[in-house]
Structure formats: C-alpha cells, structure tokens
C-alpha cells in the first residue's frame, strides 16, 4: 500500500485525487506516505496548502517504485498461473508510457496471446524512467516509452517520430493558422504533461521554445490528453501534446502542428540486452504496426 500510494501521489500530484485513484480515503493515504517516509528517513513531498510537489529524494526514487509494484504484479500473475496447475507460469510485463500510441499495442498484444498461448501478458502504465529501471531490474519484458538522454544496459529501437501539437480553442486569434512556432507560443499560457510521468518529452519541448528564443510558460499538468483538453475547452490556455495520443480532434478545438526545431519526439521500444521470445516477437509486431501506418 505504501509504494501504491507513494506512485499515486507523485504522478496525480493531489492527495485527494490520488486517493479516489487508488479507491481508498484521503487518510489512509495520507497515512500511508508518511509510514514509507518514516521508514526511508527523508520526506518523498513537498506539502503547502495549495500544492504538492516531489522532493529530490521522490523524484530520484520514483523509477524504482514503478519497477517495484511491477515486479510485484509479474509476481501475483506467476504465482496465479502456477497454482492453476500451469507449470511454467510464464509472464511478460509490458510497461507503456502515458501518450504513447496505445493503438499500436491494442492492435499487437492480440497477435502475440495467439502466438504464445502460454504467456501471461501483463500492460503495465508507467513513465519511460521508470521502464529503464524496471528493465534493468527484469521487472518487465518490454517497454514503450519516449527517447531520453543517458540510456545504458537498454536496447533501444525508434517505433516513431511523433510531432508536437497545440490544441487550441475554435474561438482563439491563433486557431486558424496551419501550424504554430515556439516563438508564437512565448508567455502563453500552456497545459501540458508532468515532468515525472514523460521527463524525455518535457526536456525536448523545453529544448523547441529555447531554440526559437521563446519562454516556455505551463501553468497546469495533467496526465492524460482528455484532461489536458477538457482544462482548454474550459478556456484555461493552450494544451501541447503529441500526435499519437489523440484518437481524434476534440470537439470545440484546433489540432495544430508545431514547426521547427525540435518540435518532434522520437517514441521507442525498449527491451533488455537478452529479451524473451515473446518480447522480441512483440518488438516486431510494434515495429511492422507502426510501418503499416506510415
């Protein structure tokens, strides 16, 4: 419960929020954050009465409580599959990274249970840090996240080149332009994703409004595109994110390409220096996936 609660909380950045995530009162999470605390000798939050952020030591150990909770399910799933009478409980943790083209993997996971009946196949949401960890760690199989700098131990393949977008409201002066700049951009006020949950993605973005000498402005996260739209929609600024988390152009608003440089991310597959038979026939069926779509 500790380690659920400590994800929790560091990903939705609210108590409360955290707790209606996890099903449970906003005390026993409360509660819960300071048992792990306690037992770590240091404080994982920041906690004003308007906000609360991570502390160096939570941002540091984030990744490893991602790969913990996962090792932990790879575990419960084995342990499910050899007591119903399955003598090789095997089972490929599959961590994917919040905006990336979940698509592609609702198209390839079906295709590799056909091909190995046996395995347990387990998606698992977590940032791309985190994936890192856990694959080190063998706490997962494979992962689908964004490139970051700094990957050792890894093997890493391109799956994509995805293009930033603004999503913008109809009613906006810049809704009608075929694309936007950063420097177009400069002290408007965005909504984006948290830098914990997708770093690689916030480091290029901030790296696209340095270039073109403008200053990035986010004055609200949110962890998924839905919310990122519903807080534009409510006129509360400009939302960026990437071309592979929208399904569809939201209603009442303008997708809109940035341009320029730096203005794309690359989205990986990640997978261990050894990966399992299924894993590497699941980097294959992503890789001929994302091909048929170009």
Do not use: K
Not at 68 to 73: P, T
Not at 143 to 156: P, Q, S
């Amino acid at each position: 419960m500790e380690l659920e609660a400590f994800v929790a909380v560091a990903e939705e950045l609210h108590f409360g929020r955290a707790a209606a995530r996890l099903h449970r009162g906003q005390p026993t999470v409360s509660d819960a954050v300071r048992r792990l605390e306690s037992t770590l000798g240091g404080r994982l939050f920041h906690r004003t009465s308007r906000r609360v952020a991570l502390t160096g030591l939570g941002e540091a150990l984030l990744p490893d409580a991602h790969a913990a909770l996962a090792q932990l399910r790879r575990f419960q799933q084995r342990g499910r599959a050899l007591a119903a009478g399955d003598g090789t409980g095997t089972t490929l943790v599959v961590g994917h990274a919040e905006y990336t083209g979940h698509r592609l993997l609702l198209r390839c996971l079906p295709r590799l249970r056909d091909r190995f009946p046996g395995v347990t196949i387990v998606p698992e949401p977590m940032p791309t840090t985190a994936q890192l960890t856990a694959l080190r760690a063998g706490a997962i199989g494979l992962g689908v996240g964004w490139a970051t700098d700094g990957v050792t131990g890894v093997r890493t393949r391109v799956l994509s080149t995805e293009r930033f977008t603004a999503l913008v409201p109809e009613a906006h002066p810049l809704a009608d332009r075929a694309e936007l700049s950063a420097a177009e951009l400069s002290t408007t006020a965005l909504l984006t994703w948290p830098h914990q949950i997708n770093s690689g993605l916030c480091d290029r973005l901030l790296a696209a409004f340095r270039i073109g000498g403008a200053d990035l402005r986010i004055i609200r996260t949110a962890d998924s595109v839905q919310a990122i739209a519903a807080h534009v929609a409510a006129g509360t600024g400009i939302g960026i994110t990437v071309a592979s988390a929208l399904d569809h152009r939201p209603p009442g608003l303008r997708v809109i390409p940035l341009t320029g440089p730096s203005t794309t991310a690359d989205q990986v597959i990640l997978t261990p220096a050894e990966p399992s038979g299924a894993a590497e026939a699941l980097h294959d069926l992503l890789l001929d996936a994302a091909s048929a779509e170009r």
